[in-house]
């Protein structure tokens, strides 16, 4: 066990004048399993970037442990995992890999198999059993979730609980209460570690900031109270003062005496209210906006917005999709699920493909939905209107009021959602090719969310945003009860708003 060191750290990158961190200490132990958590483009992953050295920066970080960061990169996919796993690790026993694979619940065969041939899970789980492999590394693990099915999800959850030494970033709050015992939060204003799991910090963070409003809210009438008083007070020694010179004043020395001790009292007073100014300026700063998303839907006259009958899908000769069929209702909240591969996303696709509506879809997008063959029958409700969120995030571009302009947008609502999602104004002179994945992926869903839109369809959306984001998007969907259907692998969203599950074999 050894500690880790970080000591007045401050950053900002080259070119920026707004500090991503400022003077920030603390210390982590090398034993924790450390859940990472703070709103997207706070710098979470610049923090991890910072302990490998890859950046520069003012304070100092000291530790006697080497750092090592998920993902690896693959430079060639046409490897086998083999050759994949030699290139990160030259070192490796063979006994523990097969360890580690067996843990992931992954067959040793996989390993003669081309990298570029496994699923997105299984690659995921075999750049963590290299993780896993490294002996007196303290690792740093960014969004191992992304692309994972739910099944999945259990497997690396059960896999990092047995664990430990390492910073995690996720973003799924079942998964990070199954494995951490530590929080490390990034806040507004400042870097703080609790120990518990991400629940206990969710709720000592919500008695932390119910205690700052009522004693902001105190202050407030305390400063108004004590302000009220010394004014009275000081204007009842200035009168005081200008009696002692009447003709018929016995003793001026003892009203003059008199004026100097409610004068005296009145400075006490002010001073007490000093205090609760200062006192009210360490209140309320690390309290996270949470203003309430609105999703204003468009109205239909037809109360089926969708029937999908014996719906097939392939990939030329990949059959993903075979023999479906549901329908959507007005005010369904439609989750599919299933492992990775089973069609999910195709299902999506092929609905759009269908109808004809390609606004908001990116290029790439339709290039997807071109090698998409589909058989069976969708018929959509007449004058259907459709938003799509995609997966992809890689199409975007320009400022964020140029993306408003080609989309026809309204800025102002536009920005607006935005900044309930906690863009910072001076993110909107941004181009949004720097924004963080998680910011990118807040575009796609404010956009949505602005569309006047029958039908709301959603792809894997809360890829990357993060926890206090997700909870406003369920509270808004709860709240206006929009119709949707949508993939996603985060459990508590999908127990949270679904009405009904299409879970795919």
């Not at 009522?214 to 407030?220: M, Q, R, S």
Request: charged share 25%; net charge negative.
């Amino acid at each position: 066990m050894s500690q880790i060191k970080i000591t007045n750290l401050t950053f900002a990158y080259e070119g920026t004048y707004d500090n991503i961190f400022k003077n920030v200490s603390f210390q982590i132990d090398t034993n924790w399993k450390l859940g990472f958590t703070g709103r997207n483009g706070r710098g979470k992953t610049t923090f991890m970037r910072l302990l490998l050295g890859e950046l520069s920066y003012t304070g100092s970080i000291h530790a006697s442990v080497h750092f090592d960061y998920f993902p690896y990169a693959v430079a060639d996919m046409s490897l086998t995992t083999r050759e994949v796993i030699g290139n990160i690790e030259p070192h490796y026993e063979h006994w523990a890999l097969c360890k580690e694979l067996y843990q992931l619940e992954l067959d040793e065969g996989i390993l003669d198999r081309v990298f570029n041939t496994l699923s997105q899970g299984e690659r995921t789980k075999v750049l963590l059993a290299i993780l896993f492999l490294k002996s007196n590394n303290f690792l740093l693990i960014d969004e191992p979730t992304n692309h994972l099915d739910l099944e999945g999800r259990e497997c690396v959850s059960n896999y990092l609980r047995r664990k430990k030494g390492f910073i995690l970033i996720s973003h799924d709050r079942m998964f990070l209460d199954h494995i951490i015992d530590h929080v490390l939060s990034i806040n507004k204003t400042n870097i703080e570690i609790q120990k518990g799991n991400f629940s206990s910090w969710m709720q000592n963070k919500a008695y932390q900031d119910q205690f700052e409003i009522a004693e902001n809210e105190k202050l407030l009438r305390d400063i108004h109270r004590l302000g009220e008083s010394a004014k009275r007070t000081a204007g009842w020694s200035d009168l005081t003062e200008k009696s002692k010179f009447g003709s018929d004043v016995p003793d001026r020395g003892y009203v003059g005496h008199k004026a100097a001790k409610m004068m005296k009292r009145a400075k006490a007073i002010s001073q007490r209210r000093e205090k609760a100014l200062e006192d009210k300026k360490k209140l309320l700063k690390n309290i996270e906006s949470n203003d309430a998303l609105e999703i204003k839907q468009a109205d239909h006259f037809s109360n089926t917005y969708l029937v999908i009958d014996t719906l097939s899908a392939s990939y030329g000769e990949n059959v993903v999709l075979s023999d479906l069929t549901f329908k959507i209702e007005k005010g369904d909240r439609v989750a599919i699920i299933g492992a990775n591969g089973s069609g999910k996303s195709s299902i999506l696709k092929a609905i759009i493909q269908s109808l004809k509506l390609n606004a908001g879809i990116s290029y790439s997008e339709n290039e997807a939905i071109q090698d998409l063959h589909t058989s069976g029958n969708i018929k959509g409700a007449k004058d259907l209107v459709i938003s799509y969120v995609s997966q992809d995030t890689s199409h975007l571009k320009g400022t964020l009021k140029e993306y408003a302009l080609e989309h026809a947008l309204d800025e102002g609502l536009f920005k607006s959602m935005l900044s309930k999602l906690d863009f910072d104004v001076i993110q909107f002179e941004k181009d949004i090719r720097f924004f963080s994945e998680g910011q990118k992926k807040k575009v796609l869903l404010a956009k949505s969310i602005c569309d006047r839109a029958h039908l709301y369809i959603w792809d894997e959306p809360l890829n990357y945003v993060d926890v206090l984001s997700r909870v406003q998007l369920e509270d808004m969907i709860l709240a206006y009860a929009p119709t949707m259907i949508f993939v996603e692998h985060d459990q508590a969203f999908i127990e949270n708003i679904a009405t009904n599950i299409i879970e795919l074999g």
